[in-house]
C-alpha cells in the first residue's frame, strides 16, 4: 500500500524530495539534519485538525534551519519560548507560501482550543498567564480566545508578527524571557512587601499555636538545627524565579501532552531496505554459459559414444532418425519463428509510426498561402502550415524467465518463445537482456573453489547481521543466468538459441532447473535497471516476465532475528507481555514514495513491480503460463490478485472461455501493464503458415483451412496486444 493521502499533502507542500515516514511515536516531529518528516498514527483526529499539524511540519522543514538549535543548546530555558516564537514565524511564512492552508489550520486550532488541548478552560483571569504564553495562545487560537495586552506587552506581540528570519527569533525569544524574568522578580518584590505590612499588622499576642505546644515546637527547632550537616540551622530553600518551572511555558506543554496522548502507539511502524551490498554480481554473463555448457552436437556425440541417457536402449536406425530429427529443429524453428519476427517488427514499426502522429505538432510558418488568399474576405487563417514530427524514441528490453523445476514441462517451448522475442529486438535493434532467474546456479568447475566461496559467503552474511538497517535479502542464493543480449554477436546468438532449445540443456551441470527467485529477480533488476537505460540512452523501457507461478517469499538478511515481517510482535511491558501490532513498509530513495509490505509473496511481488514502475516509467508485461484446469487457474488468481473478492468460479470459466476464443486470457491490476494467461497447451507464439496435402479430399482442406484462420487469427490478437504495449 502506497502512503497515505496526508503523508503526500505533506510532500507536495514541502516542495522538496522530503522524507516522510510513520512511527510509533508519541508526536510529529522534523528532524532537520535528516530531512525526515516523522508522523504518528493518531486517533480521534479530524481531517482539519491532522492537516493543521501536518502543514505545521511542513513549515518546519522548509523555514527551519539547524542555527535555530544553538541558543538552545547554550540556555536550555529558552527552549518553551523559542518554540513559541518560531511557530509563530514559520505558521505565517507558510499561510503566505499556501493561502489554502490558513482556514484549514485556524479550524484545527479551534477544534483542539474547544477540546482544552492549551489547558486554559480553568483560567480565571488570562493576565496571570506569562507573556509568552498569551502570545501563544494569541496567534494560534484567535484574538477571540480572550487574552489581552498591556502597551508595554503589545511591543513584543507586533514583534512576533514581524519575525521573518530565525535572527529575529532568537532576538524576540531572550528579550520576552528577560522581561518575563524581570516582572517576575517585581512580583515577588510586591509579595514580600505585603507579607511585611501583614506581619506588622497582626497581634503579637495572637499565635495560632496552642501555649500547651509551645515546648514540642521548640523541640522540632531544635531537631531541624541538628539536621543541618553544616552544623548550623536550616534555612527554607528560597524561591528563585530562574527556575525552569518559574518561567516555563505552561500552554506549550499541556498542547504537547495532551496531543500525545492522540498518538496510537499500539502499532509499530518499520521501515526496510534491499540489500543492495551483493558479495559478487549474480549475473552468469552469456561468455561463460556458453563455455561451461555443451551443445547439441556435443550432447549426441557423448550419448552415440558412451551409450548414456535415452539413447542407449534405441536401435541404429532409431537413433540416426532421431539425431536427423533433432538437427532439423533448430532449422525448421528458424522458418517457424522468422514469419512471427517479421510480424512484429511490421506492427511495431506501425505503432511506432502512429504514435509519432499523434505527438506531432502543426505550427504556422509566417508566410501567405497563396492557393487560401481568395478567400481573405471569409477566413482569417491564411498562413502556411508546417506539421514538425518529433524523433522516435529509444526502446529497451529486458526480461525475467523462470528457471524453477515447475517449468520442466513447458520450458522447451517457452525458451522458443524468448528466442523470438529477442529476434524481435535484434531486428528492429534495440539493447535487451534476457535472464533466467534460478536458485539452483552451481559453479562445479573447481570443487575446492565453491567450498572456499561458500564458506566466505556465510562469513559475509554473519557481518550483515550487525547492521542497523532492516534488510530484506536479494543475494540469498539466487542468480541470473544471462541467455540473451544485445551485445552478443551472431554467432554467439545462435549458438547460445541452438542450445537453450535442446531439452537436453538443463542436464548441464550448475544448469539444472530449481526453485522461484522471482521477488529476488524482480529486486535485483529494481536496483539495477536505471544503469541499463542510462548505459543504452532508452527512453521508453519494456520489462517483461515470463513465469508459472509465484516467487518465494523475500525475508530479512538470515539470522536477523530482531526483524520479521509478522503482523504482529510481543513484548514486555510494565512486567506484562503485550501484542505489538506491526506494519511494514519500504520507501525508494529516489521517488520517496512509501509502500506497504507483508510477508507473502504474492503481495511482495506487487509491491517491487510497482517500485519498478514508478521510480523507471516503465512498460511491464508478464506472461504466466499454466495447466488449463480449476485447480491449476484457482492457483493462477491466488498467486496474481490475492486481494480478487470476486466470483473465483466465474473468472475461471470467462478465462476457459477466452482461452478457446483466443487461446489466453489477461487480467490487469496485478503490478503490470497486462499479463497474460497462457494454457501450457498454447505456449508457442508463432504465426502459422498453411500446409495442404495436395491428396486430401475438399472437406478435409476446408477443415484445415479454417482451423488455420483460426490459430493465425488468435495468435495474431496476443502479438499485437504485446506490441501495443512495448511499442
Known sequence: MEMKASDLSAKLLATENLSVVRARARTASFDIKSRILTLPMWKEMTPEIEDMLIGHEVAHALYTSEEYLQPIRENTKLMGYMNIIEDVRIEKLIKRKYPGLRKRMNDGYKQLNDRDFFGVKTIQNFDDLLLIDKINLYFKVGFNCGVTFSPEEKTFVNRAERCETIDDVISLAKDIFDYSKQKAEERKERMGAQDVEEDEDEDPTESDFD???????????????????????????????????????????????????????????????????????????????????????????????????????????????????????????????????????????????????????????????????????LKDDLFKRVTTLPQGKNHGMIMLVDWSGSMNEVLHDTIKQVVSLAQFCNRIQIPYRVYAFTSAYSDTSDYDKYIQNERKRREWMNTK???????????????????????????????????????????????????????????????????????????????????????????????????????????????????????????????????????????????????????????????????????????????????????????????????????????????????????????????????????????????????????????????????SLVA
Open 211 to 377: 501555649i500547651d505546644d509551645q515546648d514540642d515546637f521548640d523541640d522540632m527547632e531544635d531537631d531541624d538545627e541538628t539536621d543541618n550537616p553544616n552544623g548550623g540551622s536550616s534555612q527554607p530553600k528560597s524561591e528563585s524565579v530562574e527556575d525552569e518551572e518559574d518561567l516555563a511555558p505552561k500552554t506549550e506543554r499541556v498542547f504537547k501532552n495532551r496531543l500525545d496522548d492522540l498518538a496510537d502507539e499500539s502499532t509499530e511502524y518499520k521501515y526496510w531496505k534491499f540489500d543492495t551490498d551483493f558479495m559478487e554480481s549474480p549475473i552468469i554473463g552469456y561468455k561463460k554459459i556458453l563455455s561451461e555448457t555443451k551443445s547439441p552436437d556435443q550432447w549426441t556425440e557423448e550419448d552415440s559414444q558412451e551409450g548414456i541417457r535415452m539413447l542407449r536402449y534405441m536401435s541404429d536406425e532409431d537413433r540416426d532418425a532421431w539425431i536427423k530429427r533433432q538437427s532439423a529443429e533448430y532449422e525448421n524453428f528458424k522458418v517457424e519463428t522468422t514469419r512471427t519476427v517479421n510480424y512484429l517488427v511490421k506492427e511495431f514499426e506501425m505503432k511506432k509510426s502512429a504514435q509519432l502522429h499523434k505527438r506531432a505538432q502543426t505550427s504556422k510558418i509566417g508566410s501567405l498561402d497563396m492557393r487560401k488568399v481568395y478567400a481573405y474576405k
Open 465 to 723: 547481521q550487525s547492521s542497523t538497517d532492516a534488510l530484506l535479502s536479494v543475494d540469498n542464493g539466487f542468480n541470473l543466468l544471462e541467455l540473451f543480449s544485445s551485445k552478443m554477436t551472431t554467432s554467439e546468438f545462435n549458438a547460445m538459441a541452438k542450445r537453450t532449445i535442446d531439452y537436453r540443456f538443463t542436464l548441464n551441470k550448475g544448469y539444472t532447473t530449481g526453485g522461484t527467485p522471482l521477488n529476488e529477480a524482480m529486486a535485483w533488476v529494481y536496483l539495477n535497471l536505471g544503469n541499463f537505460i542510462k548505459d543504452n540512452n532508452i527512453e521508453k523501457t519494456t520489462f517483461i516476465t515470463l513465469s508459472d507461478g509465484e516467487g518465494s517469499s523475500m525475508h530479512p538478511v538470515p539470522n536477523m532475528t530482531r526483524h520479521t515481517l509478522d503482523s504482529e510482535r510481543s513484548e514486555v511491558v510494565d512486567g506484562v507481555w503485550k501484542r505489538i501490532k506491526t506494519k511494514h513498509f519500504i520507501k525508494d530513495e529516489v521517488t520517496q514514495k512509501t509502500y506497504e509490505i507483508d510477508r507473502y509473496s504474492t503481495n511482495q511481488a506487487n509491491v517491487i513491480l510497482k517500485m519498478i514502475k514508478d521510480r523507471y516509467n516503465v512498460s511491464i508485461v508478464g506472461f504466466y503460463i499454466c495447466p488449463n484446469n480449476k485447480g491449476s487457474l484457482r492457483n493462477a488468481i491466488a498467486a496474481n490478485i490475492p486481494d480478487y473478492r470476486g466470483d473465483v468460479y466465474g473468472l475461471i470459466d470467462q478465462w476457459r472461455l477466452d482461452f478457446k476464443k483466443e487461446n489466453f486470457a489477461s487480467i490487469k491490476n496485478t503490478g503490470r501493464d497486462e499479463l497474460f494467461i497462457i494454457p501450457q497447451s498454447s505456449t508457442k507464439i508463432v504465426d502459422t503458415q498453411l500446409e495442404v496435402d495436395s491428396t486430401a479430399r475438399a472437406v478435409n482442406i476446408a477443415k484445415q483451412f479454417g482451423k488455420y484462420l483460426n490459430i493465425r487469427k488468435t495468435n495474431r490478437i496476443l502479438l499485437n496486444r504485446f506490441v
